[in-house]
């Protein structure tokens, strides 16, 4: 098998998907590596429904609500105590835009017995609901969430490429195909969070989670346990996988 055509035909199908998927898929929240945000000066008890948009490649798709409230999800990754220079998104002290909601500040952090943070205190500014201020002051990250009491916990299952080269039958002398096999073509997360939409979501539905990349519903799938395959990332998986070899 020619290295070059294999990277090619890989490296086209997965774009093909992308192109299509990103016209017909629905976009949705979810959290898959969760971590908790209370907003210390909203309303206890208090919900608000917010408008967010299906799809917007697709202006026909319409919009849906998305309800927002005091105790959030965001992603682990989207929170670093210490961040780098080139780190924009939600630190101590940093204002960031939660998508068609606000903007919050990171004020203080909850760590356990190990000193991993698991829970972050911040504020909002009830001026900048929809996602603008009206002082026209700019954030550099927008962060994706769902409400805590009001998401649906779901099973997510990482599919990535089985192989971690082009050509699997490139091995070292001695040993056979299996020696590039991707140990981590499969990560199976069992404590994810959707918003509640896709609560009756059926099998075989295809979304995007927004900034995570499109994922299908696993005919496993109930309402009462929701499992979700991802299809393909939002990124080239090849280029990943070939630049950590050259590391």
């Known amino acids: ?26 976009r949705v929240m979810a959290v898959l590596h969760p971590l908790k945000v209370v907003i210390d000066n909203y309303p206890e008890g208090q919900v608000e429904e917010l408008d967010a948009i299906n799809n ?7 919009t849906r609500k998305v309800p927002f409230a005091r105790e959030l999800y965001i992603e682990q990754e989207d929170f670093m ?61 927008t962060l994706h ?26 091995a070292p002398e001695g040993q056979d195909f299996t020696a590039n096999l991707n140990p981590n073509s499969l990560e199976t997360l069992t404590d994810c969070y959707v918003e509640p939409s896709l609560a009756n979501a059926a099998p075989l539905n295809r979304y995007q989670f927004e900034r995570l990349g499109y994922f299908c519903v696993d005919p496993d799938s109930t309402a009462g346990r929701l499992v979700f395959n991802r299809t393909v990332t939002l990124k080239d998986t090849w280029a990943k996988i070939q630049k950590a070899q050259t590391e």
Do not use: Q
Request: charged letters at 35%; glycine letters at 4%.
């Open 56 to 62: 917007p490649e697709d202006p026909a798709a319409g």
């Open 145 to 170: 969430w769902v409400a805590a009491a009001r998401a649906r916990k779901a099973e997510v299952r990482l599919y990535d490429s089985l192989f971690t080269k082009p050509d699997p039958d490139e």
């Open 1 to 26: 098998m020619n290295k070059f055509n294999s990277t090619v035909d890989v490296s086209l199908l997965e774009h093909c998907l992308r192109e299509d998927l990103n016209k017909t898929s629905p």
């Open 81 to 141: 105590e210490e961040p780098p220079k080139k780190f924009f998104r939600l630190a101590p002290g940093r204002e960031v835009r939660l998508r068609y909601a606000y903007f919050v500040t990171c004020n203080s952090v909850v760590k356990d017995a190990d000193g991993k943070v698991i829970e972050l205190h911040c504020t909002y500014d009830p001026a900048t609901r929809g996602g603008d201020a009206p002082d026209g002051r700019k954030v550099k990250a």
